[in-house]
Nanobody
Framework: QVQLVESGGGLVQPGGSLRLSCAAS????????MGWYRQAPGKERELVAA???????NYADSVKGRFIISRDNAKNTVYLQMNSLKPEDTAVYFC????????????????WGQGTQVTVSS
């Protein structure tokens, strides 16, 4: 019913930048919070950044000052601008969104994208 599709991952050198995008589509009434998580090999998935419907943001300490999360409500899209990338940023990045389905009376569910690989290496 609702799908999240990420794009923008790839291979980048340390110090470089990438911009991730996540577009939600389907029967959407409204989108509450949206966020980006990442999971490195052998580690648990962790929250990288989140943004509320009102535009308030939160970041993991490890990315503060380097990453910027933003959203375009008209496009149902959230972005993650990743600057000054480090090898330790290497992970699969997942988009997450809390979405009210169909109508005002519909449920609010969490949806996940399939993930996009970010590799930071010389």
């Amino acid at each position: 019913q609702v799908q999240l599709v990420e794009s923008g991952g790839g291979l980048v050198q340390p110090g470089g930048s990438l911009r991730l995008s996540c577009a939600a589509s389907g029967s959407i009434f409204s989108i509450n919070a949206m966020g980006w998580y990442r999971q490195a090999p052998g580690k648990e998935r962790e929250l990288v950044a989140a943004i509320t419907s009102g535009g308030s943001t939160n970041y993991a300490d490890s990315v503060k000052g380097r990453f910027i999360i933003s959203r375009d409500n008209a496009k149902n899209t959230v972005y993650l601008q990743m600057n000054s990338l480090k090898p330790e940023d290497t992970a699969v990045y997942f988009c997450n969104a809390a979405i009210k389905v169909s109508t005002l009376w519909g449920p609010t569910n969490d949806y996940w994208g399939q993930g996009t690989q970010v590799t930071v290496s010389s």
